[in-house]
């Protein structure tokens, strides 16, 4: 995920964020008024954003004050200027109790808001951090405008407030919320990392004007959901600014890929690793001593293997003890130059690419924007995502996000990088849970009933072998003289060098594959059924290039010379794999354009109406339903 979730809480917490978060991490010096110290920190003043602010009379914009922070979340949820309204309650001859309350929010509470840490894909901040200030300007305002874009569905779609006995009551805060932004530019390691810390307030009003807190669960339910809308919206944002493209990049063998900026060459992700190769190797150790650790009686403590839940809790603690201290403040101008200096070290290539960079990543993305269209078909996305979150939860059990998470994705795959139709994702998911979920909830609170937690299973079961688990390796005495385990029958999955030293789960990512046959069984029937086969065939392209491939030899589409114009070399969706020079993808753009030309030309030679009997004729020119073809080409910017 490229979006945290941690709670802020009156007290410690809070002093702690107010000492380093507000400042960029770095350490604020005691006594030292807030906008110094960001200003000798090298970070801009926070702001205020958010539909509530109206409510305690602030603008969007406004600068954060220490005072505004500490009595709305320092103070267990009082109002920004709590302190000049209880002045002018005190003067007007009111008590010091009727003082208070008028400054108060509601009830008062532990929990004051959180922490929602906003950053960019890595191909992103390192176009941010290497390219020229316009560059710079372009996707710093993308960024802001995905935050504003993920808080207003936070508001209309997620946030809630409960009231009377146990909270059986909900409503959407009608105001709206109330959030401050923080803006840093550098991890702890000193290499580029923009990113935003946005503290939402957990205050909002009913809709009779009382104020009530929001239910932090819900919030941190929907984080995944959140995180997904943030990379969909940031990266469009920037492609469709800059000319940009994006690609699938597979970071992890087994694991689902992530959205890169096309043509933005993987080496650079690897010089801003250090942080990241730092808490791999403390992980290695850590996993070492799980899946030895025994007790008095010479028993393994914790289980043999290391699961995906253990080894997300063994690399958060990871990450805390190899924790550095911040670097010492640099101005972003600074900055800039120091990482420039440090990439062109770095790299082969050094100036030449850097220089370059925007280029390459523009050429690349000609090369994607004419072999890959943007089609979406509701149904079949439906089909897929369905299959997705069926396989990767534990007992096929799932909620409604889990489904607005995963069609959030399988978008941002499909549409490299363009802008969709607003609400396309929420009628994805409502076509996957009419055709093919089943509603398996056994309320027995209100709070059950509710729609969000709703709970789901498929309608069906994935055809396919069951899951082959790895073997857990032989006694742990001698680990270092241990051996790769067996494979006579080839049911285990390629190791790489050491890695069989930590037994492991197979990734539930892995096991995720199998959705592929039920789709390619989905794509026949639509054909079968008069849906447009070429839309298929371009949805399919767009999403899931080896399985086209393969479904593709099975049956040819409908359209003459459909199949023959697709180049096989093409289907490859991970450009920096292929080490393309930007002569080369340029050259590869004009190879596109004449394959453009070459499928215009096909569906002119598609059979006439004399040629297709009526029925045919009469499915063919049907409107496009939720099954076929709904959200083609690139919709309004969101």
Known sequence: MTMDIALITAGQMYRYHLRQTVVGDARRPARTPLIKAQ??????????????????????????????LRNLFGEKGRHPHADLIEADQLAAGKSPKAAWKAGALGRRVKVTGVDLVFRPQPTIYLLWALGDDETRR???????????????????????IRFGKDGVYQVRPPGGLVAARFRHYEARSGM???????????????????????????????????????????????????????????VTAGRRPVMEIAGVPHELIRWTSQRSDQIAACRAELEHEYVTAVDENGNLKFASVVSERARAKLNRIAARKTRPAKPRPRSLVQ?????????????????????????????????????????????????????????????????????????????????????????LDAAIVDAALAAHCVDITEARTERGRSPQYRLYTARWAPPGPPPVR??????????????????????????????WDIPRVLLRHDRAVIASTVLSARLRTARRTGGDPYDVFAHQQ?????????FGQEEKPVRKKASSVVDVAALRTDLEALELTADQLSRLGRAGQRLTALRKDAVGNAPSAQDVPAAARGQQHQQPGPEHGQGRGQGPRP
């Open 192 to 250: 580029p990392l923009l990113h935003d810390h946005l503290w939402l307030s957990v205050k909002g009003q009913r809709l009779n004007g009382k104020w009530g807190s929001v239910h932090s669960e819900v919030l941190f339910e929907n984080t995944v959901a959140a995180s997904a809308l943030y990379n969909e919206i940031v990266m469009a944002e920037v492609c469709e600014a800059l000319e940009l493209a994006s690609e699938p990049r597979t």
């Open 39 to 68: 200003e000798e920190a090298g970070v801009p003043v926070g702001r205020w954003m958010g539909r509530g602010l109206a409510a305690l009379g602030l603008a969007a914009g406004d600068v954060v004050t220490e005072g505004q």
């Open 470 to 499: 790895r073997r857990p390796t032989a006694a742990s005495d001698h680990v270092a003289d241990r051996e790769p385990p067996a494979d006579p029958a080839g049911l285990l999955l390629p190791l790489e060098p050491g890695e």
């Open 335 to 423: 900055l800039r130059e120091d990482w420039r200096d440090s990439a062109r070290v770095f790299l082969a290539a050094g100036a030449s690419l850097i220089d370059a960079l925007l280029e390459r990543a523009r050429a690349a993305a000609r090369a994607v924007r004419v072999r890959v269209a943007a089609v979406v078909d509701v149904g079949l996305a439906a089909v897929a995502i369905t299959a997705t979150v069926f396989v990767m939860h534990k007992d096929g059990y799932f909620h409604r996000r889990h489904l607005l998470a995963e069609a959030r994705r399988h978008l941002a795959l499909v549409q490299r990088g363009r802008f969709r139709e607003p609400g």
């Open 138 to 160: 372009v996707i710093e305002a993308a960024h802001e405008r995905a935050i504003a874009r993920v808080l207003e569905w936070i508001e209309d779609q997620v946030a809630v």
């Open 542 to 550: 767009a999403a899931m290039p080896e399985q086209l491939l393969l």
